[in-house]
Antibody, heavy 120, light 106 residues
Framework: QVQLVESGGGVVQPGRSLRLSCAAS????????LYWVRQAPGKGLEWVAR????????HYADSVQGRFTISRDNSKNMLYLQMNSLRGEDTAVYYC?????????????WGQGTTVAVSS | DIQMTQSPSSLSASVGDRVTITCRAS??????LNWYQKTPGKAPKLLIY???SLQSGVPSRFSGSGSGTEFTLIISSLQPADSASYYC?????????FGGGTKVEI
């Protein structure tokens, strides 16, 4: 079935880097823009980054601009989030999500999430 | 960035009650508004897109209305499975901000 599966989370020290991956299956991957969204403990949902279907356009939340990089490999049906200079406030469950393509930039398919904990 | 403000931040209601959640955008976003349900330990679930369109598989007791800057999510007859947090999200800009969420307790 249509599915997104995240991996790569873990415990990391402040200032270090981590790369998250998201594997897609059972849909036409290169037809869809993709997102990373996170939820910190006890907090609401926060959009992190978006990448266009062909990977030539990306956008970032102010909180991660300049530290995080979203990318994709359409030949492998994979989405990535490179996270550098990590901070305690980056601690969260990170989800990848699909844009169905209709106007309105909704997120109709989500992964189960991967947990990132930034701690010394 | 477009700011999204939800109210109330939490509510308590009984099974069968009609529940209304409001979302306000800091600028006109036409109908580019989506609603999600989030339960602990699970991924968010898209309920409503384009302000009023019900996502496939979502029970018909959920509905959305509004346009411009004011939007509403209605649960017509609250069920135990609806105990969750609900988030609006604007899709008008390339920076798709979420509201702060509404926690619904039964």
């Amino acid at each position: 079935q249509v599915q997104l599966v995240e991996s790569g989370g873990g415990v990391v020290q402040p200032g270090r880097s981590l790369r998250l991956s998201c594997a897609a299956s059972d849909f036409s991957f290169n037809d869809h823009a993709l997102y990373w969204v996170r939820q910190a403990p006890g907090k609401g949902l926060e959009w992190v980054a978006r990448i266009s279907s062909h990977g030539n356009e990306d956008h970032y939340a102010d909180s991660v601009q300049g530290r995080f990089t979203i990318s994709r490999d359409n030949s492998k049906n994979m989405l990535y989030l490179q996270m550098n200079s990590l901070r305690g406030e980056d601690t969260a469950v990170y989800y990848c999500a699909r844009d169905p393509g209709a106007p309105g930039r909704a997120m109709d398919v989500w992964g189960q999430g991967t947990t990132v904990a930034v701690s010394s | 960035d477009i700011q999204m403000t939800q109210s109330p931040s939490s509510l308590s209601a009984s099974v069968g009650d009609r529940v209304t959640i409001t979302c306000r955008a800091s600028q006109i976003i036409y109908n580019q508004l989506n609603w999600y349900q989030k339960t602990p330990g699970k991924a968010p679930k898209l309920l409503i897109y384009g302000a009023t369109s019900l996502q496939s598989g979502v029970p018909s007791r959920f509905s959305g209305s509004g346009s411009g800057t004011e939007f509403t999510l209605i649960i017509s007859s609250l069920q135990p499975a609806d105990s969750a947090s609900y988030y609006c999200q604007q899709g008008y800009s390339y920076f798709p901000t979420f509201g702060g969420g509404t926690k619904v307790e039964i």
